[in-house]
């Protein structure tokens, strides 16, 4: 049975620390909602009712289309192992770039990579939990490095040019953002 909660407390923050996946949610007002999952060591709790991610520049742009056009987040993680468990914390979320002042601030938080595109803040509205019963399990086996390795061969000018290629419009053709 699901419970809400209007801010993370100790337990639901050494669930987050635990996990080794995280998915995310966005929609702007018309078009595709997007679900992502992230991995890497690249979120942080940073309050009871704020989460700082740091997202690594992919094929795709979506979240910061969407917050845009639509500001709303939602992310989620289950267990995979141990007792089982689905959180979500929904809420609004801020979308800074390397050229936005705060920039800095998050990057002492979480250490940026070559591949890094933008940092999400997430200011979070209500937590709710939920049984998780019939999520399987699975045994952690490692990261992936293929994302890391791909930004690190182009290195950090060669990213910021796949974001010029690839990165201004969502795929419903909204603008991300990325260069300004």
């Known amino acids: ?28 007002k018309d078009g595709r909602v997007n679900l992502s999952p992230k991995g890497h060591d690249c979120l942080k709790v940073t309050g009871p009712n704020e989460i700082l991610w740091m ?34 914390v929904y809420g609004q979320a801020q ?29 979070i509205e209500m937590v709710q939990t939920s049984c998780g019963y019939a999520v399987p399990t699975f045994e952690y086996e490692g990261e992936r490095d293929v994302l890391r390795n791909w930004a690190d061969k182009r290195g950090r000018n060669g990213v910021e040019d796949y974001w010029e290629e690839k990165n201004q419009t969502s795929i419903d053709g909204l603008p991300t953002g990325v260069l300004g």
């Open 1 to 28: 049975m699901a419970k809400q909660f209007k801010e993370l407390d100790t337990p639901l923050i050494k669930f987050i620390e635990k996990q080794k996946i995280f998915f995310v949610a966005t929609a702007a």
């Open 55 to 88: 997202n690594l520049t992919g094929s795709g742009n979506e979240t910061s289309a969407h917050l845009n056009d639509t500001n709303r987040m939602t992310i989620m993680w289950c267990a995979f192992d141990g007792p089982p468990r689905i959180l979500r």
């Open 95 to 123: 979308t800074i770039h390397p050229r936005d002042a705060d920039w800095a601030a998050c990057e002492k938080l979480i250490p940026i990579e070559t591949g890094s595109r933008q940092y999400y803040r997430l200011t």
